[in-house]
């Protein structure tokens, strides 16, 4: 089992950012799949989830109207997009997958996490 985050990088304020996150060793449409994020000498905030039991979507208030999360299951992905990127959105990104088919705002119920790829907003 392998989740394999990618597209971060550095944005301007404003900008957009769009997050892969590529499940290998088992079928991603079964479980729940969420983002998080980690700034510099923060917790680990939950951001996004996509239930795999209906496909609701659900964000945190801080991303809400302009983060989106979908997937693509034929290529076992889940995906990121982010627009009108703030300063306050730079850390770095990690993917995971739910333990159950519902979504959870707990880091505790996901078992399986990507590496983490890096966003920066700055200018």
């Known amino acids: 089992v392998q989740l394999q985050a990618s597209g971060g990088g550095l944005v301007q304020p404003g900008g957009s950012l769009r997050l892969s996150c590529a499940a290998s060793?088992?079928?991603?449409?079964?479980?729940?799949k969420g983002w998080f994020r980690q700034a510099p000498g923060k917790e680990r905030e939950w951001v996004s989830c996509l239930s795999s039991s209906d496909g609701s979507t659900y964000y945190a208030d801080s991303v809400k109207g302009r983060f989106t999360i979908s997937r693509d299951n034929a290529k076992n992905t889940v995906y990121l997009q982010m627009n009108s990127l703030k300063p306050e959105d730079t850390a770095v990104y990690y993917c995971?997958?739910?333990?159950?088919?519902?979504?959870?705002?707990?880091?505790?119920?996901?078992?399986?996490w990507g590496q983490g790829t890096q966003v920066t907003v700055s200018s």
């Open positions: 995971a997958r739910n333990t159950y088919y519902y979504c959870s705002g707990s880091r505790y119920e996901y078992d399986y």
């Open positions: 060793g088992f079928t991603l449409d079964l479980y729940a």
